[in-house]
């Protein structure tokens, strides 16, 4: 069964950190479609005035954050004592749970920086789980190229191609998720194999597919085959899927909980010191 097309979401342009230049897929009104992922964030800049100042120390309480650079590099310092340089095609993978203070600055003063944030909601009973740090380098995820056709690498989760299964390497989250980078040539068609999940996500970020422009968010319904044919650019495009939490989800900055005590809780232990305690 083929999976349909049935919404567009289009990505925003916004700013964080200390004036970071981004577009961004996130919000209240988002969240029914991006459970369990809660955001979506992509640098895309050669003018080091859109990314340069980073995202200077700040905290992550009950959730995930996966970041993966496709150029450029960023350096990623935590409480924990962890510390590395994400490079072109590297992913790190970073369990806040009941807390983290990091920060994340770009390793160059010029060039090309072109990456994505990807916020994953915890279940309830993991929001407070003990923080974890993972580097991922490009040789581990599952890899697959096909004549010049189409390059698709998974970073977490199990997708089929071309009569193969690719693996990623992070395993055991409870939301399952597959997280999955694809390049297509112009004028080529794909079919990527899953029936785990009830909606997957493709987010257009170069080029276009028959039915996605550049800079926009499809989502598709139930189904064992995502069929994508790429525009007369070719296409480069995140495949997301997962398995929805259906929680309460209350956001306030970079906490994100089940109820609103819970959000008080975290920014009065965020300024008492104990959050990364």
């Given at each position: 069964?083929?999976r349909?097309?049935?919404?567009?979401?289009?990505?925003?342009?916004?700013?964080?950190?200390?004036?970071?230049k981004?577009?961004?897929?996130?919000g209240?009104?988002?969240?029914p479609i991006?459970?369990?992922?809660?955001?979506?964030?992509?640098?895309?800049?050669?003018?080091a005035d859109?990314?340069?100042?980073?995202f200077?120390?700040h905290?992550?309480?009950g959730?995930?954050?996966?970041?993966?650079?496709?150029?450029?590099?960023?350096?990623h310092?935590d409480?924990?004592?962890?510390?590395?340089?994400?490079?072109?095609?590297?992913?790190?993978?970073?369990?806040?749970?009941r807390?983290?203070?990091?920060?994340?600055i770009?390793?160059?003063?010029s060039?090309?920086?072109?990456?994505?944030?990807?916020?994953l909601?915890?279940p309830?009973?993991?929001k407070?789980?003990?923080?974890d740090y993972k580097?991922?380098?490009?040789?581990?995820m599952?890899?697959?190229?096909?004549?010049s056709?189409?390059?698709l690498?998974?970073?977490?989760?199990q997708l089929?191609?071309?009569g193969?299964?690719?693996?990623?390497p992070i395993?055991?989250?409870?939301?399952?998720?597959?997280?999955?980078?694809?390049?297509?040539?112009?004028?080529?068609?794909?079919s990527?194999?899953?029936?785990?999940y009830?909606?997957i996500?493709?987010?257009?970020?170069?080029?276009?597919?028959?039915e996605?422009?550049?800079?926009?968010?499809?989502?598709?319904?139930p189904?064992?085959?995502?069929c994508?044919?790429?525009?007369?650019h070719g296409?480069?495009?995140?495949?997301?899927?997962?398995k929805?939490?259906k929680?309460?989800?209350?956001?306030?900055?970079p906490?994100?909980?089940?109820?609103?005590q819970?959000?008080?809780e975290?920014i009065m232990d965020y300024?008492?010191?104990?959050?990364a305690?």
């Amino acid at each position: 069964m083929i999976r349909d097309l049935v919404e567009v979401v289009r990505a925003q342009p916004a700013q964080d950190g200390a004036g970071v230049k981004i577009h961004r897929i996130a919000g209240q009104a988002l969240n029914p479609i991006l459970d369990p992922f809660l955001m979506i964030d992509e640098i895309n800049s050669d003018n080091a005035d859109d990314y340069i100042a980073g995202f200077p120390e700040h905290p992550h309480r009950g959730f995930e954050t996966i970041t993966y650079m496709k150029a450029g590099k960023m350096r990623h310092r935590d409480h924990m004592g962890n510390e590395g340089v994400i490079e072109s095609g590297g992913v790190q993978w970073m369990t806040a749970g009941r807390g983290v203070l990091h920060s994340e600055i770009p390793e160059q003063e010029s060039g090309l920086l072109h990456g994505f944030q990807i916020w994953l909601n915890l279940p309830s009973y993991q929001k407070m789980v003990d923080p974890d740090y993972k580097d991922i380098r490009p040789d581990a995820m599952g890899r697959i190229v096909s004549d010049s056709v189409a390059d698709l690498r998974v970073v977490s989760g199990q997708l089929g191609v071309f009569g193969e299964v690719l693996d990623g390497p992070i395993r055991g989250r409870v939301t399952q998720p597959l997280i999955a980078d694809l390049e297509l040539a112009p004028d080529q068609s794909v079919s990527l194999s899953t029936d785990l999940y009830d909606r997957i996500l493709v987010l257009v970020y170069s080029g276009s597919t028959s039915e996605l422009s550049t800079k926009s968010l499809g989502v598709y319904g139930p189904g064992s085959q995502l069929c994508l044919h790429s525009g007369e650019h070719g296409v480069s495009a995140l495949v997301l899927a997962g398995k929805p939490l259906k929680e309460p989800i209350v956001q306030y900055g970079p906490f994100v909980m089940n109820t609103e005590q819970q959000i008080h809780e975290a920014i009065m232990d965020y300024r008492a010191g104990r959050l990364a305690g």
